[in-house]
């Protein structure tokens, strides 16, 4: 029998002017990336595309090609805009 055990990270914050996001991903994607790693990839993906869709297929584009992710992978990246 296989059990699954989901622990998150959570976090807290107020929401400012400045751009934030919430990168959802599996346990594939956080075995290569630590938070703050993804954070700044996405953060420099939409400074340079400015597209949310793209940011996060790059995101997942670098898990499995560049970092050799083994593991399922997939992430939903959701921007709050003002």
Request: contains cysteine; positive net charge.
């Amino acid at each position: 029998m296989v059990a699954l055990i989901p622990t998150p990270d959570v976090h807290s914050f107020k929401h400012t002017k400045k751009g934030c996001f919430i990168i959802l991903g599996c346990d594939g994607l956080w075995g290569v990336f630590g938070a703050g790693d993804a954070v700044e990839f996405v953060q420099n993906q939409l400074k340079e595309t400015s597209s949310a869709s793209l940011a996060v297929r790059r995101l997942v584009k670098e898990a499995v090609r560049e970092r050799r992710c083994k593991d399922n992978c997939a992430a939903v990246l959701i921007v709050f805009k003002h």
